[in-house]
């Protein structure tokens, strides 16, 4: 089977089309300038723009699911089995990932286009009516910053590995990039400075974003964003208060069952229909049967709901990792091979940040600070009971261990596991946690159009 897309790639540097295959990239042709008619010159140009940029944000290339898959892969070991014919994907099962892959050339070139929309809406951010002007730029920088820090952690090593201010991240580029010359090559940043960068958009989001924005983001997912952010850095105290500042919103509760937490699967037969966000969801990439594409289902889910039924999960795994009396068992579905229900509807919306990940979050900052009064007043134990109670289960303990399982039990197939494995050091089969071979190349494209990149080591 083979299949065709077409994506509209812009590096800041250099705005390429191409044409991508499951097999190999075609040829791409180079364009160094932006054309005029696309300048902002009015409030309402400079808010169609953001729609753009959350538009990008989306992109199945990025915030949209391939990112979150392709970590999902790069950290299996024996819960996905996989059945496509994507030599890429094959790659990332298979922990070889090659600096000619097209999906991680599509990640790159997907971030640093929703990161370049960002820098024009900020750049005109002075011809928005004032009384939307902090809500808009609020909204552009969350987006930068959640791009940053996606791109920071799998094109750089762990902000554990090593040192993070010296070893190289990625490029900050905060200007809009319209004509490329010699001088708009710029060097990777390092790892510390990009996460700098995120948390300075992160922090400036939260305090310009409203507390009700309709599905666009807002002062809490600014919040949960850094909360994620912080807890991968191993600031807990910052991560802690973060979270605590969503938990007690007041404006999100988790959904009554699992499933609930997801967009719904259609009835067999019937076509599948959009779905409005959750109560849980604190931020979600909207999904329509006209705009968007849902790059989880594609691979997560079942042909007859709409996806390839390439990645089969291991019925051995879901009996040993999950009790009988855990709800959570529940979430997959039989089409012939196993899959995940949480990606059972092609034109559901992408889940970025769930309210579960705050508790959890939460927790783990208590446990491994052990204040004498614990952040939010709520202890480790009350925030994982009130996440394990959705699935039927009871908590006696909420020690580290535990908190840990916890986020494998609650998180699977959401592209937590590369991320947790190198936060927590946990060696994933024979590679250990650090190992090159978990860490995005730098595409080879990017590094013959700009001179001034250095790849990571091990391509």
């Known amino acids: 089977m083979k299949k065709t897309y077409i994506n509209r790639i812009l590096f800041a540097f250099v705005l390429l089309t191409i044409l991508s295959s499951c097999k190999k990239a075609l ?7 932006i054309e005029q008619k696309n300048a902002l010159l009015t409030s309402k140009d400079v808010e169609g723009a953001l729609v753009g940029a959350y538009a990008d ?23 996905i089995e996989w059945f496509g014919t994507y030599e890429e994907l094959t790659q990332a099962i298979n922990k070889s990932l090659l600096k000619t892959n097209t999906f991680v050339d599509n990640v790159w070139a997907s971030g640093y286009t929703a990161i370049n929309d960002a820098n024009n809406v900020i750049a005109a951010i002075d011809k928005v009516d004032a009384a939307k002007k902090n809500r808009v730029e609020g909204e552009a920088k969350f987006i930068r910053g959640a791009a940053y820090f996606e791109l920071v952690r799998l094109f750089g090593k762990a902000y554990n590995d090593g040192s993070p201010s ?13 004509t490329v010359s010699e001088s708009s090559y710029v060097t990777r940043a390092s790892v510390a400075a990009v996460y700098n960068q995120a948390i300075t958009d992160l922090t400036d989001a939260e305090a310009k974003l409203p507390a009700t924005n309709g599905f666009f983001a807002t002062k809490s997912a600014a919040a949960a964003m850094l909360a994620r952010l912080y807890l ?51 931020f979600a990439m909207q999904v329509t049967t006209l705009t968007g594409f849902n790059g989880f289902n594609e691979f997560y889910g079942s042909s007859t709901f709409g996806g390839r039924g390439d990645a089969v999960i291991s019925k051995d795994w879901i009996d040993e990792t999950y009790s009988a009396d855990d709800d959570r068992i529940n979430a997959f579905y039989d089409d012939d091979d196993l899959f995940t229900a949480k990606y059972g509807n092609q034109y ?9 990940e705050m508790y959890l979050i939460r927790a783990e900052s208590n446990v491994r600070l052990a204040p004498a009064a614990p952040i939010g007043g709520v202890t480790p134990l009350q925030d994982l009971a009130t ?17 840990i399982n916890e986020r494998k039990l609650e998180f699977a197939f959401e592209g937590f596991s590369l991320h947790d494995a190198k936060r927590t050091q946990t060696n994933i089969g024979n590679l250990p946690w650090n190992s090159t071979n978990l860490v995005f190349p730098i595409p080879q494209r990017e590094i013959d159009a700009n001179k001034n990149l250095v790849q990571n080591p091990g391509y």
């Open 387 to 403: 996440v394990r109670s959705r699935a039927g289960l009871t908590t006696t303990t909420a020690t580290l261990t535990d908190i």
């Open 27 to 33: 040829e791409i042709n180079p364009v160094d300038t």
């Open 348 to 356: 559901g919306n992408v889940p970025v940040i769930r309210l579960a």
């Open 57 to 79: 944000l989306g992109n199945r290339n990025f915030v949209g699911g391939r990112p979150f898959l392709m970590a999902d892969f790069l950290a299996n070991t024996n819960a």
């Open 232 to 282: 991968q850095m191993g600031n807990y105290s910052a991560a802690g208060a973060a979270a605590n500042r969503v938990i007690t919103s007041g404006n999100y509760r988790l959904t009554n069952s699992f499933l609930d937490a997801f967009p719904k699967m259609p009835e067999s037969g019937k076509p599948a229909k959009p779905g409005e966000n959750t109560t849980e969801d604190i």
């Open 166 to 178: 010296a070893n190289p991240g990625v490029p900050i580029v905060l200007t809009p990039t319209s």
